[in-house]
C-alpha cells in the first residue's frame, strides 16, 4: 500500500510539474473592427480564435481531473483588450448573491482574469465578472501571497457583460489599455484565471496552483503572447471633479443645524505607459464606508485598512515597506484625525496633493507623494505637509529591495510644550525575498526615525523568513522596536521591544474528499523581551484546522499567555472615569484559554460561524462567543448580523463587564447601477450606535451620486450625538 502511495504521488507530480512548464501561452489576436460587448460571443473573430487549454483543479484537490472546463480568448485592437471566456456547467443553478460591483468570489459563481503586464510576478490587474454580468475590479501587490496583497477598492473604467447558455455560460471584457500601464514595444504579458463553479463545488484555474498556496498567487502565472506589441495608449488624462452638500447637527452642543458645501476634484495622468500622476484639490471621501468597528481587549491600537481611492494604484510602492505592525508610512494617517470628544475618526481636510508611481520598466519601480492637510483647531493639530518617496529595484525573478524616506512637517509655529512635534521623519532600506516557485519567501528591513529631540534608540529592525512545502510551513523572525523610535505617519502601536515569532504548519490531504480536503496542526509562538526586563509577554498558542468539501472550515486550539504589566490597565477598555473601579496592578499574569471556530457553506442561502474563546483572562475568566449571519435573497439583497459578546469576569473590586459589538447590515441592489446598503452598529465598549445608510447611484462608468445618512448615539440610553445628511456627485472624465 505504501508503494501505491509513492507512485501516485509520484505520478501527480510530474502531471503537476509538465502541467506548469507545458502550458502554451495565450495568443492575443490583432483585430480591426470593435467587438460588440454583450456577452454573447457571436462575432466571428471569437470562432477564429484559439481557446486556451483546459483548466487544472485547484479546490477540492489540485490532484485531480477537472469536472467543468473554461475557455478563454483573447484579441485587441487600437483602444482595448478584449477577453471572452466560456464556462461549461452541470446546470443552470448559479449562485450570484449580489448584483453589487466589486463582489466577493468566495460563495459564488464567477471567473477572474490576472494580468502582470511587466512581468514581474508580484504586481497583477485584476478584472472578474459573474453568470449576470456583475464586475469586480482589483489590484494585486506583494505578489499576492496573502489576502493583504488584495486590495478591491481601486476602481477603473471598463465593461464587461455575461449571457446563460444550455450548459454553459459566456462573458466578454474590454479593458481600454488608458485603464492598464503597461511598458511599450513588449509583446508578452504574464497571465492566470481562476474561477469559483458552485454547481460543481470547485475552483479551477488556467496555470495549476498547489493547494497550500493561495488561489490569488502571482508565483504561478502563464503567458500571453500578443501578435504585436499592444498600441501606445496616447493622450491619458482623466478628471473627476465632485460636489458635495451636507447638512449636520451636533446634538451634544446644542448648536443649530449647520449647511455646508464643497467641491473639488481628482485627475489622472499618465506620464508615460507605466507611471501615473494622481493630482487632487480639496479632496473628499464622503463615498468611503464607514468602518467597522471592533471590539478590542488589547493594550493596543487595531489596524483598520486604507479604502480611498486616490491612495490604491501602486499603494505597495509606499504601504509595503516594514512589517504588518511596524510600518513607517499608514495611508490613514493623512486625512484621518482622532476626535478627542466623541472618540471616533473624523475627516481632517486635505488642501491639496500629488502622487507620482508606477513603473520605469520591468526591473524599477518608484513613488513620490506629497500632500498638504489642514489644521484641527478643535484638536490641537496643526496643518502637516506629508511627504513619501520610495524606490524598489527587482533582483532575482520576484525579489526586490527598496528604499523609502517618510517626512512629516508643519510650517507652523508649535509650542515647546504642545504634543505635536514640527517635523518627524523615518528613513529605511527593505529586501523582500520571494523564490520563483513561492517555496522560500521573507523580508529584511532598517528603518531609522529622525526627530527635533536626537534621542536614542530611533530605530526598528527585523528579519523573517518563511519555507512552505505541499505538506508544511514553517516561518521564524525578529524584531526590534527601539523604545524612541516614533513613525507618525505609520503603524507602530507597540515600542521598546524585542519579538521572537514562529510558526509551524503540517498539511494533510485526505484520500476521501466527499467531506474533509485538507487538516494539520499547527503551532505558533510570541514572544516579547525588554533589555531591562526580560521576557514581558508570550503567546503560545496549538491548533487544528479543518477545510471542508463545501467550502466550509473549522478548527479549534489553546493558547497560553503570559503578559507583565508595568502601568495600571482596564483589560475591558471601557470608560470607567465616572467608577470608582480597581484596575489590574503592574505585575505578572498566566492566563489560558480555548477557541474554536467553523463557517459554514457560503453558497447557501442561508450561510453562518460561530467564534467561540473561553477561558482564563489576567486575573479572571473571559466567555466569549463572535459570528455572523448571512442570508441571501439573490441577486437582490442579502442580510448580515455580526456580533461579537464578551464577559469580563474580574475578582470583586475590579472591572467586570458585558461587552457587546453587534453589527446587522442591510445590502440591496436594484440594478448593476443602483445600490442601497444600510449598516448598523452597537458597540457598547465605545458607548456608541451607529447608523449609516448609503444609496449609490453609478449613473455612468466611475461615476456616481451618493446620498448618506449617518446617525451617532450613545449605547447607554440611546441620547443622540450627532447626525449628518450627506449628497455627493462624482463624474469619471477621459479628457
Not at 502571482?218 to 500578443?226: D, P, R
Not at 509606499?318 to 493623512?334: T, Y
Amino acid at each position: 500500500m505504501k508503494k501505491l502511495h509513492t507512485s501516485l504521488a509520484l505520478l501527480f507530480l510530474v502531471q503537476f510539474i509538465f502541467a506548469q512548464v507545458g502550458q502554451a501561452p495565450i495568443t492575443v489576436k490583432k483585430i480591426n473592427t470593435p467587438i460588440k460587448i454583450d456577452g454573447a460571443l457571436d462575432e466571428a473573430v471569437w470562432q477564429d480564435i484559439q481557446a486556451t487549454q483546459s483548466f487544472h483543479q485547484y479546490f477540492p484537490t489540485d490532484t485531480a481531473q477537472i469536472q467543468q472546463d473554461t475557455e478563454i480568448f483573447m484579441a485587441f485592437d487600437d483602444k482595448n483588450l478584449y477577453a471572452a471566456v466560456k464556462c461549461y456547467a452541470a446546470g443552470d443553478k448559479y449562485v450570484v448573491p449580489t448584483l453589487r460591483r466589486d463582489f466577493r468570489a468566495g460563495g459564488s459563481d464567477n471567473i477572474t482574469l490576472l494580468f502582470d503586464p511587466f512581468n514581474t510576478r508580484t504586481n497583477a490587474f485584476v478584472f472578474g465578472i459573474n453568470p449576470l454580468g456583475v464586475r469586480r475590479e482589483a489590484i494585486i501587490s506583494g505578489g499576492g501571497r496573502n489576502r493583504r496583497d488584495w486590495s478591491g477598492s481601486w476602481d477603473n473604467k471598463w465593461r464587461g457583460e455575461a449571457k446563460i447558455h444550455d450548459g454553459y455560460w459566456t462573458a466578454e471584457f474590454a479593458i481600454p489599455f488608458k485603464t492598464l500601464r503597461y511598458n511599450e514595444g513588449v509583446t508578452t504579458w504574464r497571465f492566470n484565471s481562476y474561477r469559483f463553479d458552485t454547481q460543481s463545488n470547485e475552483i479551477s484555474s488556467w496555470m495549476p496552483i498547489p493547494r497550500n498556496q493561495i488561489v490569488m498567487n502571482l508565483a504561478f502565472m502563464g503567458e500571453m503572447q500578443w501578435e504585436e506589441a499592444p498600441p501606445k495608449p496616447g493622450s491619458n488624462i482623466s478628471l473627476i471633479p465632485y460636489a458635495i452638500a451636507d447638512v449636520a447637527k451636533d446634538f451634544e452642543t446644542n448648536e443649530d443645524a449647520q449647511f455646508a458645501w464643497n467641491v473639488g476634484g481628482d485627475a489622472k495622468v499618465a506620464v508615460t505607459s507605466g507611471l501615473n500622476l494622481d493630482l487632487t484639490v480639496n479632496p473628499d471621501f464622503s463615498q468611503v464606508e464607514v468602518d467597522r468597528q471592533v471590539t478590542n481587549l488589547t493594550r493596543f491600537e487595531i489596524f483598520l485598512p486604507e479604502r480611498r481611492q486616490f491612495f490604491q494604484e501602486n499603494s505597495d510602492i509606499f504601504s509595503g515597506f516594514g512589517a504588518p505592525r511596524a510600518n513607517p508610512f499608514f495611508s490613514r494617517r493623512i486625512g484621518i484625525s482622532y476626535d478627542t470628544l466623541s472618540e471616533q475618526n473624523i475627516q481632517n481636510p486635505i488642501y491639496a496633493g500629488a502622487r507620482l508611481s508606477g513603473n520605469l520598466n520591468n526591473d524599477w519601480r518608484v513613488g513620490f507623494l506629497n500632500m498638504q492637510a489642514a489644521d484641527d483647531k478643535l484638536n490641537g493639530l496643526p496643518s502637516y505637509n506629508y511627504t513619501v518617496a520610495a524606490v524598489r529595484r527587482r533582483l532575482f525573478t520576484r525579489s526586490n529591495i527598496g528604499a523609502i524616506l517618510v517626512n512629516k512637517q508643519t510650517f507652523e509655529d508649535v509650542a515647546e510644550d504642545s504634543e505635536f512635534s514640527p517635523f518627524n521623519r523615518v528613513v529605511g532600506l527593505d529586501y523582500n525575498l520571494a523564490s520563483s516557485d513561492n517555496s522560500w519567501t521573507g523580508r529584511a528591513f532598517y528603518h531609522q526615525a529622525i526627530t527635533p529631540e536626537k534621542l536614542d534608540k530611533q530605530y526598528v529592525y527585523a528579519a523573517n523568513l518563511n519555507h512552505t512545502k505541499r505538506d508544511y510551513e514553517f516561518e521564524a523572525g525578529y524584531q526590534n522596536v527601539g523604545e524612541n523610535y516614533n513613525a507618525e505617519v505609520g503603524f507602530v502601536p507597540r515600542t521598546g521591544i524585542q519579538q521572537i515569532s514562529t510558526e509551524a504548519r503540517l498539511n494533510y490531504y485526505p484520500e476521501d474528499t466527499r467531506v474533509l480536503v485538507q487538516h494539520g496542526p499547527s503551532l505558533e509562538t510570541d514572544f516579547f523581551f525588554t533589555p531591562e526586563d526580560g521576557k514581558t509577554d508570550h503567546n503560545i498558542e496549538l491548533g487544528w484546522d479543518f477545510s471542508l468539501s463545501n467550502f466550509g472550515r473549522a478548527g479549534a486550539g489553546f493558547t497560553h499567555q503570559y503578559t507583565e504589566l508595568f502601568d495600571e490597565f482596564n483589560p475591558t477598555r471601557v470608560d470607567t472615569t465616572e467608577k470608582n473601579v480597581k484596575l489590574l496592578q503592574p505585575g505578572i499574569y498566566r492566563y489560558t484559554s480555548f477557541r474554536g471556530f467553523y463557517s459554514s457553506d457560503r453558497r447557501k442561502q442561508f450561510s453562518w460561524n460561530i467564534r467561540p474563546n473561553i477561558g482564563q483572562f489576567f486575573n479572571g475568566q473571559r466567555y466569549g462567543l463572535a459570528g455572523g449571519f448571512g442570508l441571501n435573497l439573490q441577486p437582490r439583497a442579502r442580510i448580515e448580523l455580526d456580533y461579537n459578546f464578551n464577559y469580563i469576569e474580574l475578582p470583586e473590586g475590579y472591572d467586570s463587564a458585558a461587552i457587546l459589538l453587534v453589527g446587522p447590515r442591510i445590502d440591496l441592489t436594484f440594478s448593476k447601477s443602483l445600490f442601497l446598503t444600510t449598516f448598523f452598529q452597537y458597540n457598547n465598549q465605545i458607548d456608541n450606535f451607529n447608523v449609516n445608510a448609503r444609496l449609490q447611484w453609478r449613473f455612468a462608468p466611475v461615476s456616481d451620486f451618493f446620498l448618506v445618512y449617518t446617525d451617532n448615539y450613545y449605547s447607554t440610553d440611546f441620547t443622540t450625538k450627532n447626525r449628518a445628511i450627506v449628497a455627493k456627485l462624482t463624474y469619471w472624465l477621459n479628457v
